[in-house]
């Protein structure tokens, strides 16, 4: 059974930077391509990023594009490092796993972890 497991969420005054890890365990992080999507009260779930599952390639949300960086290690951990936060990236953060072919890279599907709270402070 494929699990996913976020982590580095917290709170974080405007400008600053985090940076999210997602563990995955249960099958091989090759057999995925691996994304971050968002929630924030009220609103629905919104793509953030992908990395592909040969790790080429990547794509991002106009929103976060220059200021989010999304990677994967060799072993089973993805990461989304971000930048010059502010108010509008409150929201819980969910690692995607998705095995599907990339042309479905910013549509959910697959696995999904439970989440961590990102808060930027203004």
């Known amino acids: 059974q494929v699990q996913l497991v976020e982590s580095g969420g917290g709170l974080v005054q405007a400008g600053g930077s985090l940076r999210l890890s997602c563990a995955v365990s249960g099958r091989t992080l090759g057999s995925f391509n691996m994304g971050w999507y968002r929630q924030a009260p009220g609103k629905e779930r919104e793509f953030v990023a992908t990395v592909r599952s040969s790790g080429g390639d990547t794509d991002y949300a106009a929103s976060v594009k220059g200021r989010f960086t999304i990677s994967r290690d060799n072993a089973d951990t993805v990461y989304l490092q971000m930048n010059s936060l502010s108010s509008e990236d409150t929201a819980i953060y969910y690692c995607?796993?998705?095995?599907?072919?990339?042309?479905?890279?910013?549509?959910?599907?697959?696995?999904w972890g439970k989440g961590t709270l990102v808060t930027v402070s203004s």
């Open positions: 995607n796993a998705d095995p599907r072919p990339w042309v479905y890279r910013r549509s959910p599907g697959g696995y």
